[in-house]
């Protein structure tokens, strides 16, 4: 499988908690009604915490001081699956909607986008 990984900062006009909920509560539900037409199989969005925890990553790493305000991962069966659906006239309308929707709450600018495959190196989950 492939898995487009977006790397999301929110509009500087919203708050924290404003960008959370618009992504999880309107384009959350915008996207899943989109899925079967781009092809995708799964979709998880992944929203900063506010901890002190991430402080003392950054630092420890010297990492910048802003950090994304969260990530959205997109699988599909693959680049050929991916082409297809958002290749589509129906893909490329759902395209263009996803971006029209993602400008009520992403900092488009200074966020990233990417295609990925996983190499997993070990699962607990399952223990």
Known sequence: MIKLTYAMRKRP???DAE??????????????????????????????????INDILRQSRGHQPKPFDGLTEIW?????????????PEGLKAGEQFVKDEANFVDHANSVSFITVEHEVFDRTTV
Do not use: I
């Not at 384009?27 to 915490?49: D, E, M």
């Not at 991916?82 to 290749?87: D, E, H, K, P, S």
């Open 19 to 52: 960008f959370q909920r618009y992504w999880k509560d309107v384009h959350g539900p915008f996207v899943a009604n989109l899925a079967a037409t781009v092809r995708a199989k799964r979709y998880v969005q992944s929203h900063l915490l506010d901890t002190p």
């Open 13 to 15: 006009d919203l708050s």
């Open 76 to 88: 599909w069966d693959s680049v050929e699956a991916f082409m297809a659906g958002n290749g589509s």
